[in-house]
């Protein structure tokens, strides 16, 4: 049986931000066809299979969608058909399942568009992994008992 990784959601007016949580994902397959449904697959790192499809709230433009797969995430920018703010992120009016949630880090109003940093809210689609830097997303610290002379 399959289960359901986290992902959050975010939009512009013309497009759709999909970041899915899988540390170590294998055997990735992401597809997204016209009529705005969006199928995600991977293996964990467990062996645990994950899949997810999405009817979003409209259509889009599969050949304008980008994906990046990260070491930890993720990462897929969904071109929409048709410019507009949408009202949920998917088609139907029923509560979303519990996995799918706003990713606050990339939301953005729509009166607040026009002052947005970039096109792709802030996210790189290029590269092979989510990290910027080589030290392991540690936050760097001084070693006291040196600074100390100790």
């Known amino acids: 049986m399959s289960r359901q990784p986290e992902v959050l959601w975010a939009q512009r007016s013309e497009k759709v931000y999909l970041t899915i949580s899988l540390p170590d994902a294998k055997d990735v397959s ?7 449904v969006f199928n ?11 899949s997810v499809t999405l009817q979003l709230y409209g259509n889009v433009i599969p ?5 990046n797969i990260g070491s930890r995430i993720i990462l897929c920018s969904i071109q929409k058909e048709q410019r507009g703010w949408w009202p949920r992120i998917l ?3 029923e509560k979303p399942a519990p996995y799918l949630k706003v990713d606050w880090n990339k939301w953005c109003d729509e009166d607040d568009e026009e002052y947005s940093d970039s096109d792709d809210g802030g996210v790189a689609y ?14 760097y610290l001084p070693d006291l008992e040196k600074a100390r002379g100790n």
Request: aromatic share 4%; proline share 0%.
């Open 40 to 50: 995600f697959s991977a293996i964990g790192v467990n062996g645990d299979s994950f």
């Open 63 to 67: 050949e304008r969608c980008k994906t």
């Open 91 to 93: 088609k139907s009016e």
């Open 30 to 36: 992401l597809k997204c066809d016209a009529d705005g």
């Open 126 to 139: 290029t590269g092979d992994d989510d990290e910027s830097s080589d030290d392991g997303g540690m936050l």
